[in-house]
């Protein structure tokens, strides 16, 4: 593993022996390690940042490392004066990795062209790969395997949910059910054109909540209607208010059913406040285990 930058470039092998591996530190408890003593890492934001920049942060240093967080204001490349390369060379010089929460995906990706210390996404338009390893994590915590489970979507296809799909597609074990109306899923195939993704989604995405898919649901999961960064219009929103998850929708899953969000959540709107804060939710487990799957990214790649 030279970089972590999306879910496609690793084996189901690679994944599980990551979130095991997550796990198992996690339960020994280890509030510090030496892994990093004498390593830096450079946390890099064009975007606002809360779970993300504190979870790496905390993460580094209580390997043993150091970090230096960086707001796209505050360097040269925000205001045209250095190229993208020139600045990661720069970054290479100073650190033993790179942490990139970026605008747009193809940043990371030239990124890796010139880099010559990993890299790491923590987020960019396309996808959010270490807040799907959290998800796992969660599910797995809470469930014991992610082996036979129903996981379900609700709202646009966001970047976390096509960080989802990619994991699905790496047969885990788990079968995924997204329920966006049409103008997301064509804004959706719009995106990953651009990079040429090879994803087969006919038997993911539904316009139309199927509740005999959701009457098995063993995770409910969504995400904000309004991303950072990117527009969303009137009509989508609109459209996207069949999608909520309400208190009733989570009536007709399983009983034991899980409730989960990324992160930041607009309670009203995506979801209900009963729902978010209620006894089924998970939110704070999965935001929680950013932390520890974060750290287990560190050990591997620096």
């Not at 591996?21 to 030496?34: D, F, G, T, V, Y």
């Not at 209580?62 to 720069?90: A, M, P, W, Y």
Request: with cysteine; charged share 25%.
């Amino acid at each position: 593993m030279k970089n972590f930058v999306d879910i496609k470039d690793f084996t189901a092998e690679e994944i599980n022996t990551l979130l095991n591996s997550a796990i198992e530190n996690k339960n020994q408890n280890l509030s510090s390690e030496e892994i990093l003593s004498d390593k830096n890492l450079i946390l890099f934001f064009e975007k606002n940042s809360t779970r993300t920049r504190l979870s790496f942060d905390l993460s580094v240093k209580q390997l043993g490392g150091s970090s230096i967080i960086l707001n796209g204001s505050d360097i040269h490349l925000s205001s045209g004066k250095e190229s993208l390369s020139d600045t990661i060379k720069t970054f290479s010089l100073y650190s033993d990795g790179v942490v990139m929460r970026v605008n747009n995906h193809q940043t990371i990706l030239d990124t890796l062209e010139v880099s010559s210390v990993p890299i790491i996404n923590g987020l960019s338009n396309l996808s959010h790969p270490c807040q799907c390893m959290a998800g796992l994590m969660t599910i797995i915590e809470e469930k014991g395997s992610l082996e036979n489970l129903n996981i379900t979507w609700f709202g646009p296809i966001t970047n976390v949910a096509h960080s989802w799909i990619e994991a699905h597609s790496k047969n885990l074990g788990f079968k995924l059910s997204i329920f966006s109306p049409d103008r997301s899923r064509d804004l959706y195939l719009s995106k990953i054109s651009k990079y040429k993704e090879n994803i087969n989604l006919e038997s993911i995405i539904h316009n139309q909540i199927d509740d005999e898919i959701l009457s098995v649901a063993d995770v409910i999961m969504t995400d904000t209607w309004q991303s950072m960064g990117e527009e969303t219009d009137k009509n989508m929103i609109k459209e996207l208010d069949d999608f909520r998850v309400t208190k009733s929708l989570m009536d007709k899953a399983k009983k034991d059913c899980v409730f989960m969000h990324c992160l930041p959540a607009n309670r009203g709107q995506e979801v209900e406040e009963s729902v978010i804060d209620g006894g089924n939710s998970r939110i704070w487990e999965e935001a929680s285990n950013r932390l520890h799957v974060q750290k287990q990214i560190l050990r591997i790649l620096i």
